[in-house]
């Protein structure tokens, strides 16, 4: 199957400070890459789709200033968390949709604001 | 309503037995369905992908579609502790109203050894 990529895995960081998270489709060209943010025990909540060469759309709730998104080529997307407090502490997954309409998660970045 | 209902569990079963799991949806513009198994603090896995209705079968696993019933179900043959973990139903179509992949709840499955 299709393989994507998450850096850093973990990241630990202070209140106020910015962290940049990674999402990278190894093997195939993803024109659309989601971010989703996980709690314990909860579902996957969408946060945004990200379409390459364009504008992030976002859900309902989700600040884009605060969740900064970037899909720069084909097989890379970014989310700057900015301005990070404990309560963005979280699990934060990225996928990517080939053209099957099937998607691919990454492995997930554990965040801890602290 | 939620456009996709799945019971959250948890589900325990003794190693060797079949699970089911089920989904139920709204949307009937759904054509696309996938099951994925989610282990622990790690990203969800594709297990299994059907188009449309009718059964798929790969090695212990069979997903069913049934289009006219809104209802799928993922089947786990001779199941092994390995399998303990949450899987997620999720579905897709190409209208319009249905365009994001919608996931739903998950259901916690362990498996006794």
């Known amino acids: 199957g299709a393989v994507v990529s998450q850096h850093p895995s973990r990241v630990i960081c202070k209140s106020g400070t910015s962290v940049k998270i990674e999402c990278r489709s190894l093997?195939?060209?993803?024109?659309?890459m989601f971010w989703y943010r996980q709690f314990p025990k909860q579902s996957l909540m969408l946060m945004a789709t990200?379409?390459?060469?364009?504008?992030?759309?976002?859900e309902q709730g989700v600040e884009k200033d605060k969740f900064l998104i970037n899909h720069a080529s084909l097989t890379l997307s970014t989310l700057t968390v900015t301005s990070a407090h404990p309560e963005d502490s979280s699990f934060y997954i990225c996928?990517?949709?080939?053209?099957?309409?099937?998607?691919?998660f990454g492995p997930g970045t554990r965040l801890l604001v602290l | 309503q939620k456009e996709v209902e799945q019971d959250p569990g948890p589900l325990s079963v003794p190693e060797g037995a079949i699970v089911s799991l089920n989904c139920t949806y709204s949307?009937?513009?759904?054509?696309?369905f996938m099951w994925y198994r989610q282990y622990s603090r790690k990203g969800p896995e594709l297990l299994m992908y059907?188009?449309?209705?009718g059964n798929k079968e790969d090695g212990r696993f069979t997903a069913q579609v049934d289009k006219s019933s809104k209802y799928i179900s993922l089947f786990i043959r001779d199941s092994q502790p390995s399998d303990s973990a949450t899987y997620l139903c999720?579905?897709?179509?190409?209208?319009?109203?249905?365009?994001?992949?919608?996931f739903g709840s998950g259901t916690r499955l362990s498996i006794r050894p």
């Open positions: 093997d195939f060209q993803a024109t659309t």
């Open positions: 999720a579905m897709s179509g190409q209208d319009s109203s249905a365009s994001k992949i919608i």
């Open positions: 059907t188009y449309s209705s």
């Open positions: 996928s990517a949709r080939d053209f099957v309409e099937t998607q691919y």
């Open positions: 949307n009937s513009a759904f054509q696309y």
């Open positions: 990200s379409n390459e060469g364009s504008k992030a759309t976002y």
